[in-house]
């Protein structure tokens, strides 16, 4: 190998490394990948206001908001802080950078009659171009919060309204809220 | 024609290039079989830190997790929780006497025992506690944090658990819920087992490039004290805080605590605000002002340490907060520690400003005198406010000055530089 050629490979393998490098900084500033949820054809779909039911659960999406509106933090609060000690935890209402809180208002019922499954974790909100978000958190009355947060069973009376936040970029808009714990998924339009 | 002597120094320089590539890419590769297991199993301990209730080495530690490693595999995994009797064992501190003298304890269960001002302190105690209360050996500590979760969330993908889709936007608030919800060690466990499971077969099967993209996250995380590794793993990890200044320059590194208000950190703003007076034999007088602005709804409670170079004397300490108390002032090997705690009301802001003189925090060399200081970000902290200023000694010129200036932002460790004459 002479000198040229020496010279060469080694500006080649280091071309080779610096290329490696450089896209693996492109992935790395690559925001998080979308997460789509395909709603079903068997889903029950209604609109803002109106219930649906599984035969399981009837939900009710009343409104969904913004963390940042007086009325929508002032409730978010008032849960909190109305738990006192039993409170799960605080949750702030100030959203990471290039976020925003959606909070949706969902009046949830027991219709089964008999103890039922709940978590908040089966709420998702679809934006307007089809990704998914999933719930963050949830906060209610102390009532519902034994049963809906701590021990995530409704008794068989149990009907109360369950506000439930979302954290997502502050452009999206949201069009549906998607309850994937019934069977079939209930789809609420937020419109 | 080519000089023959040129042409074989050019030569030994390509050659040197090369073996430096090779060594480069070489050494780290055989750092990482080793920390995988493939030289014999590794088993190390897993500390999960909450950074959004900060604790001196980075965050409360939510979970820990014992994991054995067998040629890049994960032979055995088991995790301990917050509640579990092992992380609920009692263990004697050794320190810091700022926190130990504050506060009159001597002890603290496992799991809340991180209070050391940084990692590298912290984790060959909690090797031994951990064995002395398990009986499990282990060959180092890794700690990672909420923002180290959910950047590797951010390669990894989502997660469909029992409980729904976790996925880098949620997980945070997931593992709260769960370490603070009774009976949720089962879902706790789904999640980091399959986190962990998920990241160790992303390691194993990614291509060169994602192996590559995953390598420059964890350094960065590690850089800005995310993930925190002891002991140093050659090329891959070399640092877990607590890394000494050089001799003679100014320092600054904040160590809080969170208190009694839970999880607030993720609606807390730091600002230090750095003001320096230099005089010509070498010492200074300082003007440091640690500001907390709460966005939470809620009060925030912190014990906040700053610990400054030996030698520096308190002059003077004001507080703007709702309520305080301090200081006290103690000392260690290679600093001086100013302690105070301040409850900061809700949506407002608090600060303690601590007026000290400095001996000597001035080096003379080359073209003038240098003036140094590093600022050292705690672990687990995302991101802080640096307001530096430098005054000079009557009639120095300044040559060049760095990072002086206001409002700069910064993710990892600071340094300002000044020069003159």
């Given at each position: 190998?002479?000198?040229k050629?020496?010279?060469a490979?080694?500006l ?7 290329v ?8 790395l500033?690559?925001?998080?990948a ?35 509106n ?10 909190n ?21 959606l ?8 219709v ?6 709940f ?7 679809i ?5 998914a ?5 949830a ?9 809906a947060l701590e ?9 109360s309204n369950v ?10 808009e949201?069009?549906e809220i998607?309850?994937?714990g ?6 609420m339009?937020?419109a | ?13 390509a ?5 430096l ?5 070489v ?15 590794k088993?190390y301990?897993?500390i ?21 490693l067998h040629n ?13 009797p ?7 501190l050794?320190g ?6 504050f ?10 025992s ?5 990692f590298?302190?912290?984790?060959p105690?909690?090797?031994s506690?951990?064995?002395n209360?398990?009986g499990h050996k ?19 993908g989502?997660?469909?658990?029992s ?6 936007r ?14 949720s060690?089962?879902?706790?466990s ?16 990614s291509?060169?490039q994602?192996?590559?993209a ?5 350094q ?7 993930v925190?590794i ?12 607590g ?33 320096v ?9 300082t003007t440091l ?19 400054v ?7 003077a ?5 709702q ?9 260690g090997d290679?600093?001086?520690a ?13 600060s303690?400003?601590y ?18 200081l ?5 672990a687990?902290?995302n ?20 990072n002086v ?10 340094h300002v530089?000044?020069?003159y004459?």
């Open positions: 190998m002479n000198a050629q020496g010279a490979l080694g080649v393998v280091l071309l080779v490394v610096v490696l490098a450089a896209s693996a900084d492109s992935l500033s690559a925001p998080p979308n997460v789509a949820y395909t709603v079903p054809a068997s889903a029950v779909r209604v609109s803002s206001g109106e219930t649906a039911s599984d035969g399981t659960i009837a939900l009710r999406l009343n409104n969904v908001s913004d963390a940042s007086a009325a929508t933090s002032s409730v978010w609060i008032e849960y802080l109305a738990l006192g000690p039993n409170a799960i935890y605080n949750f702030s209402l100030t959203p990471p950078p290039a976020s925003r809180y909070v949706a208002n969902v009046t949830v019922t027991n089964r009659h008999t103890e039922i499954p978590t908040y974790g089966d709420f998702v909100l934006g307007r171009d089809g990704t978000y999933y719930a963050n958190y906060v209610c009355n102390a009532g519902c919060s034994a049963q021990n995530r069973t409704l008794n068989e009376t149990f009907t506000y439930v936040l979302f954290s997502v970029p502050s452009a999206t949201p069009v998607v309850y994937t019934a069977t079939p998924p209930i789809v339009s937020s | 024609m080519a000089d023959p002597d040129r042409s074989r120094v050019v030569r030994y320089i050659i040197a290039a090369i073996v590539v090779v060594a480069a890419l050494f780290p590769i055989e750092d990482g079989l080793s920390v995988s297991g493939f030289f014999g199993d088993t301990l897993l999960l830190q909450d950074n959004d209730e900060i604790r001196g080495t980075g965050g409360l530690m939510s979970a820990m997790g014992l994991v054995t890049g595999n994960i032979a055995s995994l088991q995790y301990y929780y917050r509640d579990s092992e992380l609920q064992a009692l263990v004697k050794d810091p006497d700022s926190l130990t003298q506060f009159g304890v001597d002890s603290a269960k496992l799991y809340d991180n209070v050391q001002y940084d590298a302190s912290f984790a105690k909690m090797q506690d951990f064995y209360v398990t282990v060959d180092g500590v890794i700690a990672v944090d909420f923002t180290a979760v959910e950047a590797v969330m951010n390669i990894t989502p997660i469909t658990a409980d729904g889709v976790i996925t880098s949620n997980v945070a608030d997931r593992l709260h819920y769960y370490s603070e919800t009774r009976g060690e089962a879902e706790m789904e999640l980091l087992s399959t986190l962990t499971f998920d990241f160790a077969r992303l390691i194993r099967d291509s060169v994602q192996k590559l995953l390598y420059t996250t964890l960065t995380l590690e850089n800005e004290g995310h925190l002891y002991p140093a793993q050659g090329f891959w990890f070399r640092s877990a805080g890394e000494s200044v050089p001799t003679g320059a100014d320092s600054i590194s904040v160590v809080d605590t969170t208190l009694g208000t839970g999880k607030a950190d993720f609606g807390i703003n730091r600002t230090i605000d750095y003001h007076q230099l005089f010509s034999d070498g010492s200074a007088i002002t640690l500001t907390y602005a709460n966005g939470c709804w809620w009060e925030y409670d912190v014990f906040s340490t700053a610990l170079p030996p030698g520096a004397e308190l002059v300490v004001q507080n703007a907060t309520e305080f108390k301090g200081p006290l002032v103690t000392n290679g600093f001086t100013l302690s105070s705690r301040l409850l900061v009301s809700a949506n407002g802001t608090g303690v400003t007026t000290y003189v400095q001996p000597s925090v001035v080096s003379a060399s080359g073209i003038g005198y240098h003036y140094d590093y600022v050292q970000k705690q687990g902290i991101s802080y406010i640096l307001n530096a200023s430098v005054q000079l000694p009557p009639g120095a010129t300044l040559i060049h000055a760095e200036g206001s409002d700069q932002v910064f993710t990892g460790d600071a530089s000044v020069v004459t």
